[in-house]
């Protein structure tokens, strides 16, 4: 998966969500779950555009193009986060979690749970 992948269009984001959710899938199965009523010739065109971006892959399944995810979720949004944090923060982790603390987006739960993967993660590194 590219470190840089671009951006995604609101559809495109919207099958994405689908196909992590459900793939496997077909560009059918994509069609019957969207909220809005497309042809399937549009749902093939609107998954080639993620796969040319480098966020899904297909195999071919007799004649059907079976989807699947080229990475998983979160780590792509992970990837859009470092994006984040360079643009903003002068790639300084630190000042983004900082700045959600402040904002109040992380309760003690998240901060604790947060504080323990950082402590699992410091551990495993020798």
């Known amino acids: 998966m590219d470190a840089n992948l671009p951006d995604l269009g609101d559809l495109e984001r ?4 689908l196909v992590w959710d459900n ?3 077909t560009a059918e199965a994509v069609r019957e779950r969207l909220a809005r009523k497309l042809k ?3 749902v093939r065109t609107v998954l080639r555009r993620p796969e040319d971006k ?3 892959a297909h195999t071919v399944e007799g004649r059907t193009y079976v989807y699947s995810a ?3 979720r ?3 949004a992970a990837k859009a986060v470092q994006r984040i944090v360079d643009w903003f923060c002068n790639g300084s982790v630190e000042e983004v ?4 603390v402040d904002a109040a987006m992380l309760d003690q739960k998240q901060l604790r749970l947060l504080a323990d993967k950082v402590a699992k993660a ?3 590194k020798k």
């Open 74 to 76: 979160g780590r792509v």
């Open 14 to 17: 919207e099958v994405m969500q």
């Open 23 to 25: 793939g496997p899938v």
């Open 122 to 124: 410091k551990g495993g």
């Open 97 to 100: 979690l900082v700045g959600m």
């Open 40 to 42: 399937e010739s549009t």
């Open 70 to 72: 080229a990475a998983p």
């Open 54 to 56: 480098g966020y899904v």
